[in-house]
Each structure stands twice: as C-alpha cells, then as structure tokens.
C-alpha cells in the first residue's frame, strides 16, 4: 500500500514558471514531510521540510504548503530556471525514536525548458 | 557537511555471485539506511539500522541481508544476485526523527 501518492509523474515547465508538485497521505501519524532534490547520477538531497503545525515554509524560490485537514502537501518552484531540472520525491515520517524512517512518493522529473 | 560515501559507483556482478555493497557515514548518526531506486517504483526500502547490530526489514528485504558490526559502517548483501535485483543502490544516514536524511551517490548494480 501507497502511503505517500505524488504527482505528477512528470512536469514540463518554461524558464521563469512555477512548478509545482503535490503529495497526499492517509496515515495521519505522519508528522514530517521533507522534500528531496535528485539530479542525475547523484543521490538525493534535502531540499526544505515542514512539520504539520504551519501551514506553509518558504525557503528562497521553494515553498512547501501543507494542509492538514485535507492530508495534502505541495511544493512550489517559483521562477523555475533549467538548474532546477531534476527528480523531486516528497516524503513523511512518523515521530518517534528507534525505528525511524521515511516513506516516499514514487517521484516527480521536472524539466524546466529555455 | 555529513558525508555518506558508497563503496562503488557501478558494480557488474553475475546471477548466483555474493554481492557486498558498502556504505560508510562520517557524522555519528544513529539510523542508515538502503533503499534501491528503479524507474517508475522510486525508492523502496530494503533495510533500515537504527543502532550497531540492530537491522530492520523494510519493505522488499527478500533475497537480502545487511551487517552493522560498527556505528559508521552499514552493508547490503545479495546473498545470491538475480537479474531482477538490478537497479540503483542508495545508502542513507540520519541522526533520526525530524532531521531528514543524508543519501551517498548510489551503486547502479547490474547482474548479467
């Protein structure tokens, strides 16, 4: 069973745009939901990461918004430039220490074009 | 900056080998992690450690095996390579709960 749902699949957006990927989850335990960055041959990196008890994170041109009620987070590129080509995967995690771990979307390849 | 650091970038192997992937982290974390990386499927978690000679199942650990003797030190092991154990190989670290992980640069596996 799919616990975190991504889409879409893929993503095609001209240089100075706005990407944006979304996520849904069904375990309501879930309490920290990061976002990675995967360029290719690289593996991924943390890009930004909210926990539920605000509703939106911005860091430069990355901004993650959460709604809780609705189980939904999304992340939006604004001013989407070719740099920013690459896979994205959301991701959440249950709290609690001992056996930590993150359960992630199947990923989303964004291709930003000139 | 943490550095998690897989042993090798690409690995040809042949079906029925023993195969040892390694991965080491530099920053005392307590959780590692292996996942593989296939097309369409993302990432899927084999095996995770949150303390040395600890090892839990992830979600697909069948036909494989992992060691942790040292903190820093986390191994995969395909206990005998099948062609559909080819794919990418993604080692992580985290200090736990909150704190994200840190991935290595991947092994792309192949088994002929």
């Known amino acids: 069973q799919q616990q975190v749902k991504q889409s879409p699949q893929s993503l095609i957006v001209q240089k100075g745009g706005i990407s944006i990927i979304n996520c849904a989850y069904e375990?309501?335990?879930?309490?920290?939901f990061p976002w990675y960055q995967q360029f290719p041959g690289k593996g991924p990196a943390l890009l930004i990461a909210?926990?539920?008890?605000?509703s939106e994170k911005k860091e430069g041109r990355f901004t993650i918004s959460f709604n809780k009620s609705a189980k939904q987070f999304s992340l939006h590129i604004m001013d989407s430039q070719p740099g920013d080509s690459a896979t994205y995967f959301c991701?959440?995690?249950?709290?609690?220490?001992?056996?930590?771990?993150?359960?992630f979307g199947k990923g989303t390849k964004l291709s930003v074009i000139p | 900056d943490v550095k998690v650091t897989q042993s090798s970038r690409y690995l040809v192997k042949r079906t029925g080998e023993k195969v040892f992937l390694e991965c080491v982290q530099d920053?005392?974390?307590?959780?590692m992690f292996w996942y593989r990386q296939d097309p369409g499927l993302g990432l899927r978690l084999i095996y995770f450690?949150?303390?040395?000679?600890?090892?839990e199942k992830g979600d697909i650990p069948e036909g494989y095996s992992v060691s942790r003797e040292k903190k820093e030190r986390f191994s995969l092991i395909l206990e005998s390579a099948s062609t559909n154990q080819t794919s990418m190989y993604l080692c992580?670290?985290?200090f736990g709960w909150g704190y994200g992980y840190t991935f290595g640069s991947g092994t792309r596996l192949t088994v002929v």
């Open positions: 909210i926990r539920p008890d605000v």
């Open positions: 920053m005392d974390h307590e959780n």
């Open positions: 991701a959440a995690s249950t709290p609690g220490a001992g056996s930590y771990q993150l359960t």
């Open positions: 450690s949150y303390d040395v000679k600890m090892k």
């Open positions: 375990n309501t335990a879930f309490d920290y």
């Open positions: 992580a670290s985290s």
